[in-house]
């Protein structure tokens, strides 16, 4: 039996990770949260999963889990998400640097075979040049939330080049699915979409995005597990199809037949990058077939949701 540590478990993306995985029958998954934003209704209720609430943050919190379970594999997607919230609480975003060096200390020192990394798009800042690239685009934010996943993957690189420990980082653009909370842009228009109420967007909405359905991500983030090949390198996980802000909320009151009107605010103070696209013709290996379009994944969250 393989056994994966998946932190952040309770969150949108880790726990449909481990859904995934537990439909292998050779997987055994342990998840950790905080419940800082995770949620337990997200936790699979499965004989091969078990769920330790837990902080990464604090050494002994997590020593002792790793130590007990001897891991085989570690998805360190633990962090402090959401733009409002990262923007209002750096120092909290920061402490994420003391369970980035936990996770990979204990890695090195329990036999873990590879880390893989959540890093995040937020780490190109205000693009340069799109599409952005792993390798020629610079990285050139300075918001705590994309400095420490930037620190993360030097951490990961560092490991690597000392100790020998593999990693794998993936640099997530907007991902989307039936399990994701509110604090996000698509779950939050839908939810306001299918009640009638106002869309709110900030600024003009002429912000542009790409939108990658959850399968995708997962798929192609376990392809990477799967073959060795894709260790010790950088994926930009996301989709290249960029929309506005404003057409995504239109797009949604036209699905949902919905009487909601788009209201504007002010723009935020910061974190809120103009522009988004990633050059994901390395994911598109790993999938080896198209992503799902926007509006075909609109209409699977709507489908869930009623189930």
Not at 264 to 273: A, F, K, S, V
Request: hydrophobic share 35%.
């Amino acid at each position: 039996m393989v056994k994966v540590l998946i932190t952040g478990g309770a969150g949108f993306v880790p726990s449909s990770l481990a859904d995934k995985l537990l439909s292998y029958n050779d997987f055994e998954v342990v998840l950790v949260d905080n419940f800082l934003t995770g949620r337990v209704e997200n936790i699979p209720q499965h004989p091969r999963c078990k769920f330790i609430k837990c902080d990464v943050n604090e050494y002994n919190d997590i020593a002792a889990i790793m130590t007990a379970y001897k891991f085989d594999y570690v998805f360190h997607y633990a962090a402090v998400v959401g733009v409002l919230r990262t923007l209002d609480n750096p120092v909290m975003v920061l402490k994420d640097i003391d369970g980035i060096k936990n996770m990979l200390d204990l890695c090195k020192n329990t036999g873990v075979k590879r880390v893989f990394y959540s890093s995040s798009s937020e780490v190109y800042g205000e693009p340069v040049v799109l599409p952005q690239h792993e390798v020629t685009t610079p990285l050139n934010s300075r918001l705590p939330y994309a400095v420490v996943k930037n620190i993360g993957e030097a951490y990961c690189r560092s490991y690597h080049q000392e100790y020998g420990l593999d990693f794998t980082i993936f640099r997530f653009f907007n991902t989307y699915g039936p399990k994701q909370s509110q604090d996000f842009v698509m779950s939050k228009f839908l939810n306001a979409a299918l009640s009638d109420k106002d869309i709110t967007l900030y600024g003009d909405g002429s912000q542009s995005r790409t939108f990658c359905y959850i399968d995708d991500n997962i798929d192609a983030c376990l392809k990477t597990l799967f073959d060795e090949s894709y260790k010790n390198d950088v994926y930009n996980i996301g989709s290249d199809l960029v929309i506005s802000i404003k057409e995504l909320a239109e797009t949604i009151i036209e699905i949902t037949g919905s009487q909601s009107k788009i209201v504007y605010l002010p723009p935020l103070r910061d974190g809120d990058m103009t522009r988004r696209q990633p050059d994901n013709s390395k994911m598109r290996e790993l999938l080896n077939r198209d992503l799902l379009p926007y509006k075909e994944g609109i209409k699977r969250i709507l489908e869930n949701w009623k189930k």
